[in-house]
């Protein structure tokens, strides 16, 4: 049984650019959890999607935005990218709201 | 939001030796995860532990919701246990909060 799977695994963009980054959750599971990392931090919630709708929002600008596909995966997307977002962006699944399982994460930087 | 307080923040050990963490948090909660993430990032799930006692192998943990804390107790340490223990809570919302985490070291 596979995990939760992220890819890419590393990510180099500059500021002002866009960026996608893309999640499968494990099998069984219905919900999508998105969280940012900044060094020497504790993980922040982002968002999370559950039947293809946005459930709760944390406290992220609208730059922030994301997707969940029919089969249960999902997207974020980073639009006008700043220096701060550099981060670990890390995805959580679960099965409505259990235990969430997280994947390896992206790093992105922006430089 | 729901604070979430961890102690110690930083926590050196010798090989073989005991040691406990703990978790308070500011409210009633609903779900509670101990993390280990390792050096390249991944958080490997411990403990989902909202009350109770669990065990798994030299790992154990304790959730006493009514006084809103939590231990992770980490017995015979190996080096293998370096890396940095999260707490994450949940209430009747959606999302975890995060602790700023404890870094362990184990010494050889």
């Known amino acids: 049984d596979a995990g939760v799977t992220q890819s890419p695994t590393h990510l180099i963009k500059t500021r002002g650019q866009q960026v996608t980054l893309r999640c499968s959750p494990k099998?069984?599971?219905?919900?999508v959890s998105w969280y940012q990392q900044a060094l020497g931090q504790g993980p922040q919630f982002i968002f999370q999607?559950?039947?293809?709708?946005?459930?709760q929002r944390g406290n992220f600008p609208d730059r922030f935005s994301g997707h969940q596909f029919p089969n249960y995966s999902s997207e974020l997307n980073v639009n006008a990218l700043l220096l701060g977002d550099s981060a670990l962006y890390l995805c959580a699944s679960s099965f409505s709201q259990s235990e969430q399982f997280f994947g390896p994460g992206t790093r992105l930087t922006v430089l | 939001g729901i604070q979430v307080e961890q102690s110690p923040p930083d926590l050196i050990l010798q090989e073989g030796a005991n040691s406990t963490l703990r978790c308070n948090f500011s409210?009633?909660?609903?779900?509670l995860q101990w993390f280990h993430q390792n050096p390249w990032g991944q958080l490997i799930n411990l403990f989902y532990i909202p009350s109770g006692t669990k065990q798994n192998g030299r790992l154990s943990a304790t959730t006493v919701a009514t006084e809103r804390y939590s231990l992770l107790y980490i017995s015979s340490s190996q080096t293998t246990d370096s890396g940095v223990y999260f707490c994450?809570?949940?209430?009747?919302?959606?999302?975890?909060?995060f602790g700023a985490g404890t870094t362990v070291t184990v010494r050889a």
């Open positions: 099998s069984g599971h219905d919900t």
């Open positions: 409210d009633s909660v609903n779900n």
């Open positions: 994450a809570v949940g209430a009747n919302d959606y999302k975890l909060s």
């Open positions: 999607y559950y039947e293809e709708e946005e459930r």
